[in-house]
C-alpha cells in the first residue's frame, strides 16, 4: 500500500507541474487563431463540395434524328475523314449518344453531303419519369474553333451552313452567334463562336421494371 500510495503522490506531483513560461491567456491566443482558420476554410469547402457534386439532371429519353445535311459550295473541300470527324465533334457537343452513324459522300466536290443518324435527349414529365432512359442538363455550349477539338479556323462556313440546316431541324435554341466568314478579323479574334443551349446526359437513369 505505501508503494502504490508513493506512486500516486509522485504521479500527483507530476501531473501539476507546469511549463515554465505557460501562461493561459497563450493558450486563449492559439484557440481563438484555430477558431478563425477554421471559419475561413468553411466557405471554400463548401464551395468545393458544390463544384464537386455532380448534377443529377432530370429525367429525358433519347429521341432518334436521321437527316442529310446538304452543303453547297464551301471555299475548301474536305475529306470523308474531314467531315466524320468534324460532325462527330459537334454532334457529341449537342449532346448527341454515342452511336452516332454518319455518312459524307460527294466528298470530292466543294458541296459535299453527310448523312447523319443519332438520338439526343428530349425531357419528360415527372409524371413519365419511371420511362425515362437517362438524366439531362441543360447547358449552354461554345462552338468555335478547337472546341469541338476537330474545329478549325477555316471551318466558319461550314459551320454557318451546319447551323442553318441541322442546328435549326433540331431546333436548338441558339444564344449567339458570330460567324463573319469573309469579313476580315481583328488579331487574336476566333474566327467564329456560337453558343448554344442544349441537353446533355449527365447520368444513366436507374430505369424501373416495367
Known amino acids: 500500500m505505501r508503494v502504490v500510495n508513493t506512486m500516486l503522490s509522485e504521479n500527483e506531483s507530476n501531473s501539476s507541474r507546469v511549463e515554465p513560461g505557460w501562461r493561459p491567456e497563450r493558450l486563449n491566443g492559439q484557440m481563438k487563431t484555430h477558431q478563425r482558420l477554421l471559419a ?12 464537386a457534386a ?16 446538304d452543303l453547297r459550295n464551301l471555299p475548301k473541300s474536305y475529306t470523308c475523314d ?11 457537343a449537342l449532346g448527341a449518344r454515342q452511336d452516332v452513324e454518319i455518312l459524307p459522300y460527294r466528298c ?18 415527372a409524371a413519365q419519369a419511371k420511362w425515362a432512359d437517362l438524366n439531362a442538363v441543360e447547358r449552354e455550349v461554345q462552338i468555335r474553333p478547337g472546341s469541338p477539338e476537330k474545329l478549325d479556323s477555316g471551318d466558319c462556313e461550314l459551320m454557318s451552313q451546319v447551323k442553318s440546316s441541322l442546328l435549326k431541324n433540331l431546333g436548338t435554341e ?3 452567334y458570330r460567324l ?20 446533355q446526359p449527365v ?3 436507374a430505369v424501373a421494371s416495367r
Open 82 to 92: 474531314d467531315l466524320w470527324y468534324k460532325f462527330k465533334g459537334i454532334l457529341s
Open 174 to 176: 441558339i444564344v449567339a
Open 54 to 69: 455532380p448534377a443529377t439532371g432530370k429525367p429525358a429519353v433519347w429521341t432518334p434524328h436521321e437527316l442529310i445535311v
Open 108 to 125: 470530292e466536290s466543294n458541296s459535299p453531303k453527310v448523312q447523319v443518324k443519332f438520338s439526343t435527349p428530349r425531357l419528360v414529365p
Open 203 to 205: 447520368l444513366a437513369a
Open 40 to 51: 475561413s476554410l468553411i466557405p471554400v469547402i463548401c464551395s468545393v463540395a458544390a463544384g
Open 180 to 199: 463573319p466568314c469573309k469579313a476580315p478579323r481583328k488579331a487574336g479574334e476566333a474566327a467564329f463562336n456560337l453558343t448554344a443551349k442544349v441537353l
